[in-house]
């Protein structure tokens, strides 16, 4: 079974989610069209140096829509521990399942990458591994040292999972100091039971704040997708426990069905609407936001990040 058929199985990817009625999200808006990636150039070398290393990336797993613009520019967000989450939440793409062993020569195999796609911020995230003691902080922490090593010039960003609120998994993690310690809400705490139901709201806030006490030079960041049902009204109430927890960049974006058998589309947010979000934001003290209908976590995390140090500075020089 090539790569990409190996994508499409739904079946065995969410077993657990075949019992769920279809329901079929409609046209998408043009706003949210984008073109399909063409398979040559810097993407293909992108999609090689992950081939040749044995790597998984999220951009892949996930169906993200802006595989094409990332992987050109050579930009990709390598996914850790394994193809297989232990949870099943219903927005997601990524298959679920009984993970196989942690592979520990993976890190060695991330840092050569980084180094060989010559990328100045890398993005590291991971599938859940509620199977491993740690959930996998010391793998996370391994990796950061081994890009360090490697590439000790390339800044990094981690993404992972909420380690069961192990605040000595979290702490481990934090010491390891990468630049940015991202974690993404997902959603308003009213949807959790439905969209993530094997996470807590209040685990995951208190894991970002946690991360700022241990070591507050250590950016920290979340994000949040719209359409799902939520109101405009829990989204500004989002924001404001993001600040209260002292987080500095928000990312807001449309979430897009993987699949007809995943968590309904409610509504496709207007490009306008997510302009307010973002001046909302701002408003509320996040030093960056990115807001817009193609935001990701990991979308433009590089530039971004360059912008992030720069608001810091700014803000600092004015108190
Ligand atoms: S936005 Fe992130 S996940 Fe999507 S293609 Fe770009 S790097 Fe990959």
Not at 150 to 174: C, H, K, S, Y
Request: aromatic letters at 8%.
């Amino acid at each position: 079974m090539t790569y990409n058929e190996k994508l499409l199985d739904r079946a065995k990817r969410h077993p657990e989610k075949q019992k769920n009625p279809d329901r079929k999200a409609g046209t998408k808006p043009d706003w949210i069209k984008v073109k399909a990636p063409s398979p040559t150039g810097v993407y293909e070398d992108t999609r090689q140096i992950a081939r040749k290393l044995n790597l998984t990336t999220v951009c892949e797993e996930a169906g993200c829509p802006n595989i094409g613009e990332c992987w050109a520019k050579s930009h990709a967000t390598f996914m850790i521990m394994g193809e297989i989450c232990t949870r099943a939440c219903s927005f997601c793409n990524v298959a679920t399942g009984k993970p196989d062993a942690l592979d520990v020569w993976e890190p060695t195999r991330v840092a050569k990458a980084v180094k060989e796609m010559g990328l100045n911020h890398v993005v590291v995230t991971s599938v859940d591994r509620d199977d491993l003691k740690d959930g996998g902080a010391a793998h996370f922490v391994k990796t950061i040292e081994e890009i360090r090593r490697l590439a000790p010039n390339t800044t990094v960003e981690i993404l992972p999972g909420d380690f069961r609120g192990d605040w000595d998994a979290v702490d481990m993690v934090t010491r390891a100091k990468p630049d940015v310690f991202n974690h993404n809400l997902e959603t308003v705490p009213a949807l959790y039971p439905t969209v993530r139901p094997g996470a807590r709201y209040f685990r995951s806030l208190r894991l970002l704040e946690r991360v700022k006490e241990v070591d507050a030079s250590i950016f920290t960041k979340s994000g949040l997708m719209v359409g799902l049902g939520e109101t405009n009204e829990q989204v500004g109430q989002v924001m404001d426990d993001m600040r209260a927890a002292n987080i500095d960049f928000i990312t807001i974006g449309q979430y897009l069905q993987p699949t007809p058998k995943h968590a309904p589309l409610d509504r496709y947010v207007t490009p306008e609407e997510f302009q307010k979000f973002e001046k909302m934001a701002y408003a509320k003290g996040f030093l960056m936001v990115s807001s817009s209908p193609l935001t990701r976590s990991s979308h433009h995390a590089g530039e971004d990040f360059a912008r992030l140090k720069t608001a810091r500075e700014t803000k600092l020089a004015k108190a």
